[in-house]
């Protein structure tokens, strides 16, 4: 059973960034295509960005030019690079493979002041 690790998230204020770490158990990063998914109070999880194996991404329009998701297989892990990070950004964040299909971790909380 694949185990998600989510870090680095905290509290900002609005313009500021952050960058986020998955890890995962196993060596299976390099397998699938991966994504960061975010969960805001009272709203339906969403996927935010996503990277292919081959490494092409795909982001949200809500936060195109703002977030930049990378990868190292070699070290298993995923990452979420947030820019400029505004308010409506406070969510718990989550990696996941795309589409999701392993359990979700706990996720790291992002919350950004006014």
């Known amino acids: 059973q694949v185990q998600l690790v989510e870090s680095g998230g905290g509290l900002v204020q609005a313009g500021g960034s952050l960058r986020l770490s998955c890890a995962a158990s196993?060596?299976?990063?390099?397998?699938?295509?991966m994504g960061w998914y975010r969960q805001a109070p009272g709203k339906q999880r969403e996927l935010v960005a996503a990277?292919?194996?081959?490494?092409?991404?795909n982001y949200t329009d809500s936060v195109k030019g703002r977030f930049t998701i990378s990868r190292d297989n070699a070290k298993n892990t995923v990452y979420l690079q947030m820019n400029s990070l505004k308010p409506e950004d406070t969510a718990v964040y989550y990696c996941?493979?795309?589409?999701?299909?392993?359990?979700w971790g706990r996720g790291t909380q992002v919350t950004v002041s006014s």
């Open positions: 996941n493979r795309r589409p999701a299909g392993w359990s």
């Open positions: 196993g060596n299976i990063v390099s397998g699938f295509p």
């Open positions: 990277i292919t194996r081959g490494g092409s991404t």
